[in-house]
């Protein structure tokens, strides 16, 4: 079969896609990637064939970055004022793209391309959507911490029906964001249907859930379609099936160091996090790894000692298993990657989906979590204090580690689709 599988966002969103497409090509299937443009340089290498979805992603754009990672309105800029503006060239695109060369047989949507519910109710191709967190669920039994309000989370446990309250407070602030997705609908000759920020972006055929049962379980509020699959794990994009030699060598020469990672979104407003990353390793003596990305702004302007190293970027498959610990932002992909290795996390959120995947991490037990506002050089070396010295956090981190080598998210996502397709296929005939 073709499987166009498409979504809009930051290396976190579009690499469990990559997965599917590289498992489904194993299987003998023809899959086309709709993403951005700013992916068809990382996707090409793999093989597997591009076709670009507008908006594109500027990833030298630092301002646009700290708007949509602020924590209170992060959120609704990058829908309102990113991705809604261009929603009818994402139509345009992706319906290109399920067109031509040929009609394809199967839609696999990410949560960010708004436009792809439409594509699939328009063309009636078969449609599977894929959520990678826990909080795209809103679920009333499992409430997610929210960026905005993340001092409630404590409160959950001892307030009956916080998590309806949670929902309908999240419902009445979003309730006009969505017009312009109502209004396509509307020219295209679609009915309004269900709230396209909730209900309306999951999929009647199959909704996968691509996250482990260590970060959320099953809820009976899920969409009744859903199956749980487990992580979709890919982060070895061209040419970066290695750590970079330099970073190979500091981890020879040593303990295991901690590791410090914004991401590949966050990173964009990384502020002064690496230079009080640096100076909280010194005040405990500990060798660390510092995931810089491509700006130059976040380099520690002071000379480090050797036992400091900096590098652009490094697979988190290949650097994480050798680290004391990871310091990161939460984005669930960075979660999936820590999981597997079986390492502590210390946890500092930046946004969106971060609050509620430390909240979970912590709740695990494998995890610490310190908020932004709250970094400090003093409080980021006494956190990791706790974590490094505390066994707990390392037990549990290892026996997630080996729950999760029990699960395989590529696999049990790709037997869901081919499940859809050949049902759809029988029906038709």
Not at 169 to 191: F, K, M, N, T, Y
Not at 286 to 291: F, G, N, P, T, V
Request: include cysteine; proline fraction near 8%; glycine fraction near 6%.
């Amino acid at each position: 079969m073709r499987v166009v599988l498409t979504n809009i966002g930051t290396m976190g969103d579009v690499h469990p896609l990559i997965a599917l497409a590289l498992e489904l090509q194993r299987r003998g299937h023809e899959t086309v990637l709709a993403v951005p443009e700013v992916f068809r340089e990382r996707v090409r290498p793999l093989g597997i064939p591009f076709h670009a979805v507008r908006p594109d992603i500027d990833p030298q754009n630092t301002a646009l970055a700290a708007k949509i990672y602020e924590p209170r309105r992060g959120t609704e800029f990058g829908l309102r004022q990113f991705l809604f503006p261009a929603l009818r060239q994402s139509y345009d695109d992706l319906m290109q793209a399920v067109s031509a060369p040929q009609r394809a047989d199967l839609l696999v949507t990410g949560e960010l391309n708004y436009a792809a519910p439409l594509v699939a109710e328009k063309t009636g191709i078969a449609w599977a959507s894929a959520v990678l967190a826990p909080i795209s669920f809103f679920s009333a039994s499992d409430p997610p911490a929210l960026p905005m309000y993340e001092w409630l989370a404590a409160s959950y446990g001892r307030i009956p029906g916080i998590g309806w309250a949670i929902g309908r407070l999240v419902r009445a602030i979003s309730r006009s964001w969505p017009q312009p997705i109502l209004a396509l609908r509307q020219e295209l000759g679609l009915p309004p249907g269900a709230n396209p920020l909730f209900e309306g972006k999951h999929s009647q055929q199959l909704v996968l859930a691509l996250f482990s049962r260590l970060l959320g379980e099953r809820q009976r509020d899920w969409p009744p379609m859903t199956v749980q699959t487990g992580f979709c794990y890919h982060d070895a994009d061209s040419g970066m099936h290695q750590l970079p030699a330099s970073v190979e060598q500091f981890l020879a020469n040593g303990p295991e160091p901690v590791v410090f990672t914004l991401g590949s979104a966050a990173v964009m407003t990384a502020g002064d996090f690496f230079a009080v990353a640096a100076d909280a390793c010194q005040r405990i003596g500990r060798r660390a790894i510092l995931l810089v990305g491509p700006d130059e702004r976040n380099r520690p302007t002071r000379t480090l000692p050797q036992s400091i190293c900096i590098a652009d970027y490094a697979p988190h498959s290949l650097l994480f298993p050798r680290a004391a610990a990871v310091v990161h932002q939460g984005g669930v992909g960075t979660v999936a990657q820590c999981l597997r290795a079986g390492r502590p996390m210390l946890i500092v959120p930046w946004s969106h989906d971060q609050p509620d995947n430390a909240l979970r991490m912590v709740r695990l037990g494998a995890a610490r979590s310190l908020q932004r506002s709250k970094l400090t050089a003093a409080r980021l070396a006494t956190e990791l204090t706790e974590l490094l010295e505390k066994p707990g956090y390392a037990i549990e981190a290892q026996a997630a580690m080996r729950q999760l080598a029990q699960e395989d998210g590529c696999r049990a996502a790709c037997d869901a689709l081919e499940k859809l397709a050949r049902a759809r296929q029988a029906s038709a005939h």
